[in-house]
């Protein structure tokens, strides 16, 4: 199923998105979400989309500090769920390891 926007609101997802790619996110249409290996960034359409620009690019900007996956959504999930989803899409990611 694929979400649709308003007209008017595409070319604002759309200068979100192309800020994104232009940052090393990369889109992962199975999942919906926008995914940067090299900062263990991954973050939502809905995020994306619900977010001003600003927001985003001062989100993602931010410096990862705790070297761990950061999950930029509108929803918290479980600890086993975001370590699930970490193990998933960031293969070199291992928690355990100091």
Do not use: C, W
């Amino acid at each position: 199923m694929s979400r649709r926007f308003p007209i008017e609101d595409n070319n604002k997802l759309q200068e979100k998105m192309s800020f994104l790619e232009e940052n090393g996110f990369n889109y992962n249409f199975d999942r919906d979400i926008f995914i940067n290996q090299n900062t263990l960034t991954v973050t939502s359409i809905e995020f994306v989309d619900d977010h001003s620009l600003d927001e985003i690019k001062k989100d993602i900007t931010s410096p990862n500090k705790k070297n761990k996956p950061r999950f930029l959504f509108n929803h918290r999930f479980s600890r086993n769920k975001r370590l699930a989803l970490a193990a998933e899409i960031f293969p070199k990611y291992h928690p355990n390891k100091p």
